[in-house]
């Protein structure tokens, strides 16, 4: 099998790569967008007398 | 790596693309998680951060999803078999069966542990138990041994509205384990349904479904004995924390319709079936999925009236 240099293979790669690359981008932005509402929700305050220095 | 230092003989042409490996996810059964799940999450008597209730829908449906890859990959041989399944991705060759093990172990750890992360623990070891209730007590052990496979591991798709209602209240209560058995009941006639109009397929497959085991006469009868179980339990839950007057309606109206295809199911024989390619079985099928759909909508219903003092009955 020849491979060409717009080979079909290319483009189903490049889609993959692709998909894999929003979704790790979307994770991330799931986390952050998490973080942000646990912190403005009180979720993460850290009760008296427990505070971190 | 250049083009040229490319080995030509292994490169696959049918090599998976996104889409193949979203599809080990069972994406339409994941709606179903999705949409169940919601309803638990937002039936709980508290209120959610609109982000925390996202995540954990998100990490439900990715549970639901990963245990999906498992049961694709543990039933390879069974899925290369069945027509209704050959096209997957292990059987049609695209995803390797290792790929789907590794994705399905990868996704099952990581929902887990971000939902227990963005909600509480005991959400996340619930869905925990829910991945290992579907991929091992049903799909290992359970599906190649007994007739009433459906009937037990129609709990593990039940139980993503329980998980919903943890993931909000951190607690567990009555109400989402009527919203587990209204499900759980409806999962025999459903499957059944579908297994006496795709014929030969599990007979093929080996699966001991209860056309094969019993027959396809015990199959109908079973078919009207499960739904007439399913309709009192259904009608009467209009009557628990989870009902009121719109879930009473709608239920009476789909109960009467889900029973009268039960009862046509029955007086049926194999003959008249085949002659119209099944479709009173077909038809009861597609019912079945807006049966489910319906009830879980009035019980959202229901709760989101609440609020206005409308929902339920009091």
Redesign the interface.
């Known amino acids: 099998?020849?491979?060409r240099?717009t080979h079909d293979?290319h483009k189903?790669?490049f889609?993959?790569n692709?998909?894999?690359g929003l979704v790790l981008a979307a994770f991330i932005a799931?986390v952050f967008?998490?973080t942000?509402?646990?912190v403005s929700?009180g979720?993460m305050t850290f009760q008296p007398g427990t505070e971190q220095n | 790596m250049s083009?040229a230092s490319?080995n030509?003989?292994s490169?696959r042409?049918d090599?998976?693309?996104?889409g193949d490996?979203?599809a080990l996810l069972k994406p339409r059964v994941m709606s179903l998680v999705v949409f169940t799940a919601l309803v638990g999450l937002l039936a709980a008597p508290v209120t959610v951060?609109?982000?925390?209730g996202f995540?954990a829908i998100?990490f439900i449906a990715i549970g639901g999803g990963a245990s999906g890859a498992l049961n694709m990959w543990w039933d390879a041989d069974i899925d290369r078999v069945m027509k209704r399944t050959r096209g997957r991705p292990i059987p049609s060759g695209k995803v390797e069966p290792g790929e789907a093990m590794a994705l399905g172990l990868a996704l099952s750890g990581m929902s887990c542990i971000m939902l227990a992360?963005?909600t509480n623990v005991f959400a996340g070891a619930f869905l925990a138990f829910t991945i290992f209730f579907y991929v091992v007590v049903y799909t290992m052990w359970l599906k190649r041994l007994t007739p009433q496979n459906i009937v037990i591991g129609g709990a593990a798709g039940a139980f993503p509205p329980v998980i919903g209602w943890i993931a909000a209240t951190g607690s567990m209560a009555v109400e989402p384990w009527l919203m587990f058995a209204l499900t759980f009941l409806w999962t025999p006639p459903h499957f059944w349904a579908l297994a006496l109009f795709m014929r030969s397929d599990y007979d093929d497959a080996g699966v001991p479904m209860l056309t094969v085991t019993h027959g396809r006469r015990a199959t109908r009868v079973h078919i009207l004995v499960y739904t007439l179980l399913l309709a009192l339990f259904a009608v009467g839950a209009s009557f628990s924390g989870i009902g009121g007057p719109v879930y009473l309606a709608v239920s009476l109206v789909l109960n009467a319709l889900f029973i009268r295809g039960a009862f046509r199911i029955w007086r049926r024989d194999e003959a008249t079936s085949e002659a119209d390619n099944f479709a009173v079985e077909r038809s009861f099928f597609k019912l079945s999925l807006l049966y489910l759909f319906l009830h879980f909508g009035a019980v959202l219903a229901e709760a989101l009236l609440k609020p206005y003092g409308l929902g339920g009955w009091g």
């Open positions: 099998m020849s491979i240099a293979l189903r790669r889609g993959r692709l998909g894999v799931i967008g998490l942000i509402a646990k929700n979720g | 083009d490319i030509a003989s490169i042409e090599e998976a693309g996104f490996y979203f951060h609109p982000m925390v995540c998100l992360l963005a």
